[in-house]
C-alpha cells in the first residue's frame, strides 16, 4: 500500500491534469445586449426614487418572463425626477436629468440624456439652458414631437416655457414661452400644445429648425374653477383623453395642427355616483383606443391623487363604460403594452409593486415586486 | 403622499392582512383621505397673545390644520417645526399659497407652504393632504411641483406651514 | 345739518368701502400672487419681476397699461374681472404709488375685461419693448 500511494497520486494529478486542460474559462469582460426592438411585454419601470432623488433608475422588465430573476432585462441610470421618452423611429430612449456637482448641492447642469436601447448606455447628450421643470413624475412633461425630429421639456422657473431640442444632432434649438399654460402634447407633425390656466389650449407650430412658425389659442373649452382637468391624459396615436375631477372624460385629437376638441361626458353614472378618477397616473389608453381609468369610490375635494379602487374601461367613440376591473390591490398608476392580441394592464399599487392584468379581462395575472425599485411611480410600455 | 407614509411605515401588508377586504378599502380610504379619525389628535393649548393664531393639534402629525394642502416631508418631523427650517437648509421665498380652516376659531388662515431646500428628502412624515390643490397649470395652488425656486439648490428636504394671514370666507 | 349728516354718511360709507376693499385686494394677492413675487412684491432677480418701486412705471403708456393685464399672471388669473381691477388697482399705489404719473386713473373693469381676453404670447419680449419706450419717454 506504501508503494501504491504515490502511483495513485500521480494518476489523480494526471487525470485532474487533463480535466482542467479541457476546461474553458468562460470569458471575461461579456456584456449582454438587447435586442433593438423590444417585446410587446416589455416594460420600463421608472423609479425616481422619491426619498433619493439624485440616483433615479429606469428597470426593464419582460413581464413574460416566469422567472422573476429572469425578468429584469437591465436598468439605466437618470437623476432628480428624470423627464423620459421613448422614440419608436430610433433605438433611442431619452431622460432629461439634472445633476448637482457635489451630489446634492454644487453647480447644476439640466442635460438630455440619449440612451441606446441594445445597450441600455448613454450614447449622447444635450446641455439645457433652461432649468426644466421638477415635479411628481408624469408622462406629458417630455415628449417628441410626431416626426420624432424634436424632444420637447417643459419648464418652470416659475415662468412657463418648453425647451426644444434636436436629438439627431444633438442640439439645443431654443426656448418657446408658454405663458400661463404647461406640459408639452405633441399637435400635429411638429408642434405641441399646453393646457392653460383659463381652460384653453395654447398651440405652437414648429418649423424644421424648431423655431416658432405660428401659434394659437382654443377657445375655452373647461373651467378650472369648477372642474379642473387633468392634464395627465390617455393618449393614443395622437388622441388624448383627459379625465377632470369631478369624472368628465376630455377628448382631444392632436393629430392636425390645431387640436380638434371634442364632446366631454361624464365617466360616473348611477351605479358609481360618488366615484372620482385618482392617482398619479390615473389614465392610460391601449392600442385599439379603449380608456383605462382609475377609479375611487370617495370622491371630494382634494381626492384627485387618491389611489383607484377599481380600473375602469371606456369605448371613448360610443361614450361608454365597457368593464369594471376590481383591483387587487389599490393602485396610483396604470400604463398598458403596445400590442393588441394580449395586451397587459400594469397597474403600480400603492405598496409599489407591479399589478399585472390581463387588459381584456381585468384578471391578475402577477405581482412583480421586489425588483430594485423604490417608487417606479412610471410605468412605461416598451414602445 | 399617505400612501408613500404608509408604505415607508411598513403598514400597507399589515393592513391588507389584518382586515377584511371590505374593511381594508374604507381604510385606505379615510387613511388617504388624511381624516382626523386615523390619528390621534393631541390638542395642545397654546397660550394665545393678542394678534397670534389659536392652536389646537399637533404640529408633527398630517392631520394638524395647517397641512390642510401639504404633499411632502413635514419639517416639524425634520429637524425645523411646522414655520422653520430644519438646520442646514435654505427656505425657498418662492412657494405657493393656499387657504386652510382653523377649527379652533372657524376661520380660514392663509398659509404660505415654503418648502425647506439643499438637502435631499428628509424622508420623515410624509404628508399628502390635496385640499385645495390645482393642477399644474394653475401653479399658484400646485403642490405637484418642488417649490424649491430661488434657492441656491433644488434638492427639496421638507415642507413648512407659515401663516401669513386671514382670509375672507 | 341733515345734509351734513348725508354726507358724513357717504364719506364714512366710502371710507369703510374703500378699507374693505383694500383687505380684499391684499388677500387676492395673497392667495394668487404672492408665491411668486412676494409680500411686497419685491418679486426674485432673474426669475419674477420686481413690481416694489417700479410697477407704476407702466402706466406712463397705454401699451404698459395693456401688457399689464396681459402678462398671463393677470389675464389667466381665476380672479373675475372686477376682483382683477380693484387687486391691480390696489398693487399700484400699494407697491409703486412714486412711480404713477401725473394723470394717473385706476383700470375700469371694462378695460380689464377687454385686454385680459388677449393674453400676450411672448412677456419677456414684449416687456422689454413697453419698457424701453417708457424709458426713452421718461429721459
Known amino acids: 500500500m506504501k508503494k501504491l500511494l504515490p502511483f495513485l497520486l500521480a494518476l489523480l494529478l494526471l487525470v485532474m491534469g487533463t480535466a482542467m486542460a479541457q476546461l474553458q474559462p468562460e470569458p471575461m469582460g461579456k456584456i449582454e445586449t438587447l435586442p433593438e426592438k423590444w417585446p410587446a ?48 423611429t430610433r433605438p433611442e430612449i431619452y431622460f432629461a436629468s439634472i445633476y448637482y456637482s457635489r451630489g446634492t448641492r454644487g453647480e447644476r447642469i439640466d442635460v438630455l440624456e440619449i440612451y441606446d436601447k441594445q445597450t441600455l448606455s448613454p450614447i449622447g447628450e444635450v446641455v439645457l439652458e433652461v432649468p426644466r421643470a421638477i415635479l ?147 389614465a392610460a389608453a391601449d392600442a385599439d383606443g379603449r380608456v383605462y381609468m382609475l377609479a375611487h369610490p370617495e370622491g371630494r375635494e382634494g381626492s384627485h391623487r387618491d389611489p383607484g379602487m377599481e380600473v375602469w374601461v371606456f369605448d371613448p367613440d360610443q361614450q361608454q363604460r365597457v368593464d369594471r376591473y376590481e383591483l387587487a390591490m389599490p393602485g396610483l398608476g396604470v400604463s398598458l403594452t403596445r400590442d393588441r392580441e394580449a395586451p397587459l394592464l400594469v397597474v403600480l399599487n400603492v405598496e409599489m409593486a407591479l399589478d399585472v392584468y390581463d387588459a381584456r379581462t381585468g384578471e391578475l395575472r402577477k405581482t412583480v415586486a421586489n425588483f430594485g425599485a423604490e417608487t417606479p411611480l412610471l410605468v412605461y410600455g416598451a414602445e | 403622499m399617505k400612501w408613500l407614509d404608509r408604505l415607508i411605515e411598513g403598514r400597507t401588508r399589515d393592513l391588507a392582512q389584518r382586515s377584511s377586504r371590505r374593511s381594508f378599502l374604507a381604510r385606505v380610504g379615510t387613511v388617504v383621505a388624511g381624516s382626523a379619525a386615523t390619528l390621534p389628535l393631541l390638542p395642545v393649548a397654546r397660550a394665545q397673545d393678542e394678534g397670534s393664531v389659536p392652536e389646537s393639534g399637533d404640529p408633527h402629525s398630517c392631520d ?12 416639524s418631523c425634520c429637524g425645523g417645526s411646522a414655520s422653520s427650517c430644519p438646520p442646514g437648509t435654505e427656505m425657498s421665498p418662492i412657494t405657493w399659497i393656499g387657504t386652510c380652516l382653523n377649527p379652533v376659531d372657524n376661520t380660514n388662515y392663509i398659509i404660505s407652504y415654503n418648502d ?5 428628502a428628509c424622508g420623515h412624515c410624509m404628508c399628502t393632504r390635496n385640499e385645495g390643490d390645482r393642477p399644474i397649470y394653475r401653479p399658484q395652488l400646485n403642490n405637484e411641483y418642488n417649490w424649491c425656486l430661488g434657492t441656491q439648490h433644488q434638492t427639496y428636504n421638507c415642507s413648512v ?3 401669513i394671514g386671514k382670509a375672507f370666507d | 345739518m341733515k345734509q351734513f349728516l348725508a354726507v358724513a354718511s357717504m364719506l364714512f360709507s366710502t371710507a369703510i368701502w374703500a378699507t374693505d376693499d383694500a383687505a380684499r385686494a391684499r388677500v387676492d394677492y395673497a392667495l394668487n400672487c404672492q408665491g411668486c413675487h412676494l409680500a411686497r412684491g419685491e418679486g426674485f432677480a432673474g426669475k419674477v419681476p420686481r413690481m416694489t ?19 398671463p399672471g393677470v389675464a389667466l388669473s381665476p380672479l373675475n374681472d372686477a376682483d382683477t381691477a380693484r387687486l391691480m388697482n390696489w398693487m399700484l399705489t400699494e407697491f409703486s404709488a412714486a412711480q404713477l404719473p401725473a394723470d394717473y386713473r385706476p383700470y375700469t373693469v371694462d378695460e380689464v375685461a ?19 419706450k417708457i424709458s426713452r419717454q421718461l429721459r
Open chain 1, 41 to 88: 411585454h416589455w416594460v420600463l419601470a421608472h423609479d425616481v426614487s422619491f426619498s433619493r432623488v439624485m440616483d433615479g433608475r429606469t428597470i426593464v422588465l419582460d413581464l413574460d418572463e416566469e422567472n422573476p430573476a429572469r425578468a429584469y432585462k437591465g436598468m439605466m441610470n437618470n437623476s432628480f425626477a428624470a423627464f423620459m421618452a421613448q422614440a419608436t
Open chain 2, 161 to 163: 406651514a407659515r401663516v
Open chain 1, 136 to 282: 411628481l413624475p408624469q408622462r406629458f412633461t417630455m415628449q417628441l414631437t410626431r416626426d420624432e425630429s424634436l424632444v420637447l421639456l417643459y419648464n418652470f422657473t416659475p415662468a412657463m416655457s418648453v425647451s426644444v431640442v434636436d436629438p439627431v444632432a444633438r442640439e439645443l434649438r431654443g426656448e418657446v414661452p408658454t405663458p400661463g399654460c404647461a406640459a408639452v402634447f405633441p399637435t400635429g407633425e411638429r408642434g405641441f400644445s399646453s393646457v392653460c390656466a383659463d381652460g384653453t389650449l395654447y398651440t405652437v407650430q414648429l418649423d424644421a429648425d424648431g423655431q416658432p412658425a405660428s401659434t394659437s389659442r382654443s377657445a375655452q373649452f373647461f373651467d378650472a374653477g369648477v372642474d379642473p382637468l387633468i392634464e395627465k391624459a390617455a393618449w393614443h396615436a395622437g388622441k388624448a383623453w383627459f379625465p377632470t375631477f369631478m369624472g368628465q372624460l376630455q377628448p382631444v385629437d392632436f393629430t392636425g395642427d390645431q387640436p380638434v376638441i371634442g364632446e366631454a361626458w361624464s365617466m360616473i353614472d348611477e351605479e358609481t355616483t360618488g366615484w372620482r378618477p385618482g392617482g398619479l397616473a390615473p
Open chain 3, 53 to 71: 418701486d417700479f410697477v407704476g412705471y407702466y402706466m406712463h403708456s397705454e401699451d404698459g397699461r395693456a401688457f399689464l393685464i396681459q402678462v
Open chain 3, 114 to 132: 377687454a385686454l385680459r381676453r388677449q393674453p400676450e404670447n411672448d412677456p419677456n419680449r414684449r416687456r422689454a419693448e413697453v419698457l424701453a
Open chain 2, 116 to 120: 425647506c431646500c439643499g438637502k435631499s
Open chain 2, 64 to 75: 394638524y390644520w395647517r397641512y390642510c394642502a401639504t404633499d411632502g416631508f413635514l419639517c
